[in-house]
Structures are given as structure tokens and as C-alpha cells.
């Protein structure tokens, strides 16, 4: 059964930094891209990252660009997210989704990790 | 960025056939994906290319639609079928998800 485990999440004031994790199990960690995905409450999902299988290629949209890292372990079958200069707008629960082999689309998610900025 | 157009909420009554619809601001061809959010919950995949289900997915659960429109239908809908269902599409960059449809029941 494939299992994606969040945790790291918590308050943080804004400008500060945040790393999350994902442990992965369940599969073979090291043949799948990986992505964060986020929610802001009450909001709809907006993706945050995507890595390669080896973790060389990675890809953010604009709003994260330079501020957030995405990295992978896969000796650990672990996922990570580094999140500095954080602002209000990056109040959201992520989500670390397992993509789709060969395909943009995610096909499990985890329970999702809450991230709370605000002084 | 792709604009993805969803109607806020819809209810029916179970047992009723229902359709929603997702609209881009620009072609996607068929990489169109829907997912079901239950309050609480991560999101799940329930369609993929458009028209394609995903593994465990009851067949109640069918999608149509290329270019710039899409359609998740459920028929007949069920009472655990009270969810939010997103759509996604990943033919331009950056991927970018509808805000949502909320489907209650009656």
C-alpha cells in the first residue's frame, strides 16, 4: 500500500524558514517524480514543486520560485520541502503527492502537513 | 497561467445522474484530471486524461471532454459522494488546479 507521511509543519513567523518531510512508502521511491501540492484554508490546491527521479530536474511555478527548494533522499525514501522567506500567503496545508509515472498528474497524496505563518 | 473555470456547488438527490463541468482559458488537449476532496481528507484522483479511470475508482465515476472543455459526471450518484471535486490540468505550464466543486446531497 502506498504510504506519503507529512510532517514539519507548525507556526512560523513571516520571513523565517520551514522545512517539511515526507517519508514515503510502499512503492519504489526512486522511479517516481514527487511533487508538494498546497491548500490554503478554505482555498482550492495550487502546486508548489516537482522533482526528478533522481532529484537533478526540479520545477516551481513563479510564486515559490527562489524561495522554495524541493529535494529528495532516496536512499530514505524521503521527500523534502525548504521554505524560506515565508509570508502570510504561505498559510496552507501541503500535501506530498507521488506523480504519475511519465504523467503531470498525482495519483496519491498524503494527509497533508499544516504551515501557519504569522507573527 | 491556465484558468480553470468550476461552478461553486451543485445538490442532488442520490440516485440522480450529475455533471461538472471544468472550463480552461486556453486549450489543455486532453490533460485534464479530476480529483475528490472529502472534508478532512487529502485529495484523490479520480479520472486521468480526461477520460481515463483511476485504479479502485467506481465506474459511477466517467469523464469526457478536449481542448478547453470537461466534464466529470457521476451516475448515480451516492451518498458518500458529498465531496468537493477539483480539476487539474498539466498540458501548460505551471499545472493549475480549479477552485472547486462542491457537491452535496439532497
Known amino acids: 500500500e502506498v504510504q506519503l507521511v507529512e510532517s514539519g509543519g507548525g507556526l512560523v513567523q513571516p520571513g523565517r524558514s520551514l522545512k517539511l518531510s515526507c517519508a514515503a512508502s510502499?512503492?519504489?521511491?526512486?522511479?517516481?517524480?514527487m511533487a508538494w501540492v498546497r491548500q490554503a484554508p478554505k482555498k482550492g490546491l495550487e502546486w508548489v514543486a516537482t522533482?526528478?527521479?533522481?532529484?537533478?530536474?526540479?520545477y516551481y511555478p513563479d510564486s515559490v520560485k527562489g524561495r522554495f527548494t524541493i529535494s529528495r533522499d532516496n536512499a530514505k525514501s524521503s521527500l523534502y520541502l525548504q521554505m524560506n522567506s515565508l509570508k502570510s500567503e504561505d498559510t496552507a496545508t501541503y500535501y506530498c503527492?507521488?506523480?504519475?509515472?511519465?504523467?503531470?498528474?498525482?495519483?496519491?497524496w498524503g494527509q497533508g502537513v499544516m504551515v501557519t505563518v504569522s507573527s | 497561467d491556465t484558468v480553470l473555470t468550476q461552478s461553486p456547488a451543485l445538490a442532488v438527490s442520490p440516485g440522480e445522474r450529475v455533471s461538472i463541468s471544468c472550463r480552461a482559458s486556453?486549450?489543455?488537449?486532453?490533460?485534464m484530471h479530476w480529483y475528490q476532496q472529502k472534508p478532512g481528507q487529502q485529495p484523490k484522483l479520480l479520472i486521468y486524461?480526461?477520460?481515463n479511470l483511476a485504479s479502485g475508482v467506481p465506474a459511477r465515476f466517467s469523464g469526457s471532454g478536449s481542448g478547453t472543455d470537461f466534464t466529470l459526471t457521476i451516475d448515480p450518484v451516492e451518498a458518500d459522494d458529498t465531496a468537493t471535486y477539483f480539476c487539474?490540468?498539466?498540458?501548460?505550464?505551471?499545472?493549475?488546479f480549479g477552485a472547486g466543486t462542491k457537491l452535496e446531497l439532497k
Open positions: 503527492a507521488r506523480r504519475s509515472y511519465a504523467q503531470n498528474y498525482f495519483d496519491y
Open positions: 510502499g512503492f519504489t521511491f526512486s522511479n517516481y517524480y
Open positions: 522533482i526528478s527521479t533522481s532529484g537533478s530536474r526540479t
Open positions: 486556453e486549450g489543455v488537449n486532453s490533460y
Open positions: 486524461k480526461a477520460s
Open positions: 487539474q490540468q498539466s498540458w501548460n505550464d505551471p499545472y493549475t
